[in-house]
Structures are given as structure tokens and as C-alpha cells.
């Protein structure tokens, strides 16, 4: 089984939709952090979370939300969807000790807003 | 500030080549630096890490990485390439405050038969 989950895989929805995009680990890490990918852009950080109560912006935060429901679960929701938030985003956690910020992916959800 | 330069969006090699992808940081501190690969749909996967130690580092399938202070740089190679080894190349830097990783704009390789 895979350690970082993330769902849906793919998904499409109109303009000015609510989407909750979701992640799960069960890598026992306590740091997790959504990005998203666009060509020619790499990956740039929307969030990124320490543990339950500790929320931080990352350089593209507008736009987005996120929820800490527990260690395991890291969401990401687009409260009205536009166009331009149509991307490649990815999950991932990272250990806090010892790690060096090394950090482990999940498959990435496609998301296309019309 | 804490940044990273990846030169060349695309890189074409033929099969058996030497693959060479370059890699320049900026770090107000002694940088943690990676090297991660993204094959198609898949999500991203470690290749290769320095932290400290042994400036020239080794990674899977056959890649290796040279940590160069005096040229700010971390370029990735492979003696030969293989037609496996197409995929989107990315380098990162840790923060300064070691809290989150900052991503190069990522190189696609491509390798010919």
C-alpha cells in the first residue's frame, strides 16, 4: 500500500465549485504539505502544516484552504474554483527528527476547472 | 534567501550518453540540496540527498551528485543513459529555517534510441 494517498486522482469541475482535495499518510510523519505543479513552473508550496494546530501559508496560498483533521489527514479546498487553478497537486509529509526535510510524495491529483 | 536555478527546461541525450543536468542554488545557510524525479503520472521520488559529509553523492539507478560550495552548485549525472531515465528532473533546496523545501522549475529529459 501506498504511504501518501492522495484523492481523487483526477478530477473536473466548473468554475465557482467548491473541491475538496484530500491526503492521507501513513508514514507517521508529523509535517505535511500540499503543492501544486504547472509546466515551466515546477512546484510551488500552497501550505504546509507541523501538526494539527500549526497551519502556515506557503507563497501561494490565495485561493486555497486547508484543514488538519489528524496527523494521518492533510485537506486542501478551493472554495470557488477559477481556471487558472487548474493544475497538478501533490501531497506530501516529511519527518521531523533527523530528516533534513527529505520529503515523500503521493501520486499527484489532476485538476481541471472549465 | 533560499533559491534554486535548474538551467535548461529540456535536455535531449541518446541512449548510452552522458546525461548532465545542472543545478545552482542561492542559501543564506549550509544547504540541505535534492534531487527528486517525477515520471509520467507519478508523483515525485527521491533520487539523491546532501546534507553534510562527502561533497559528492550517490543516488539510485546510477546517479550521482556533486555538491560544489565554491560554484554554488549541484549538478546531477549518469555515465550512460537509459531509455528509462526519461522523466522530469527536479532540484530543491531546504529553507533556511529547515521547515520546507524550495523547487527548481524542473528539467524534462528525453532519451533517444
Known amino acids: 500500500d501506498a504511504d501518501v494517498t492522495q484523492t481523487p486522482r483526477n478530477r473536473i469541475t466548473k468554475t465557482g465549485k467548491r473541491i475538496m482535495l484530500e491526503c492521507s499518510q501513513t508514514?507517521?510523519?508529523?509535517?505535511m504539505y500540499w503543492y501544486r505543479q504547472d509546466p515551466g513552473l515546477g512546484l510551488r508550496l500552497i501550505y504546509y502544516?507541523?501538526?494539527?494546530?500549526?497551519?502556515n501559508k506557503g507563497e501561494i496560498s490565495d485561493g486555497y484552504s486547508v484543514s488538519r483533521q489528524a496527523q494521518a489527514k492533510f485537506s486542501l479546498s478551493l472554495e470557488s474554483a477559477i481556471p487558472n487553478q487548474t493544475a497538478l497537486y501533490f501531497c506530501?509529509?516529511?519527518?521531523?527528527?533527523?530528516?533534513?526535510?527529505?520529503?515523500?510524495f503521493g501520486p499527484g491529483t489532476r485538476l481541471t476547472v472549465l | 534567501a533560499q533559491s534554486v536555478t535548474q538551467l535548461g527546461s529540456h535536455v535531449s541525450v541518446s541512449e548510452g550518453a552522458l546525461v548532465l543536468l545542472r543545478c545552482n542554488y542561492s542559501?543564506?545557510?549550509?544547504?540541505?540540496l535534492f534531487w527528486y524525479v517525477q515520471y509520467p503520472n507519478q508523483g515525485l521520488q527521491l533520487l539523491l540527498k546532501?546534507?553534510?559529509?562527502?561533497?559528492l553523492v550517490k543516488g539510485i539507478n546510477g546517479f550521482e551528485a556533486e555538491f560544489k560550495k565554491s560554484e554554488t552548485s549541484f549538478h546531477l549525472t549518469k555515465p550512460s543513459a537509459h531509455m528509462s531515465d526519461a522523466a522530469e528532473y527536479f532540484c530543491?533546496?531546504?529553507?533556511?529555517?529547515?521547515?520546507?523545501?524550495?523547487f527548481g522549475t524542473g528539467t524534462r529529459l528525453q532519451v533517444f534510441p
Open positions: 506530501a509529509t516529511s519527518a521531523v527528527r533527523g530528516a533534513y526535510n527529505e520529503q515523500f
Open positions: 508514514k507517521g510523519h508529523d509535517r
Open positions: 502544516s507541523f501538526d494539527v494546530k500549526d497551519i
Open positions: 542559501s543564506s545557510v549550509p544547504p540541505y
Open positions: 546532501y546534507t553534510t559529509g562527502a561533497t
Open positions: 530543491a533546496v531546504s529553507g533556511a529555517f529547515r521547515d520546507k523545501l524550495i
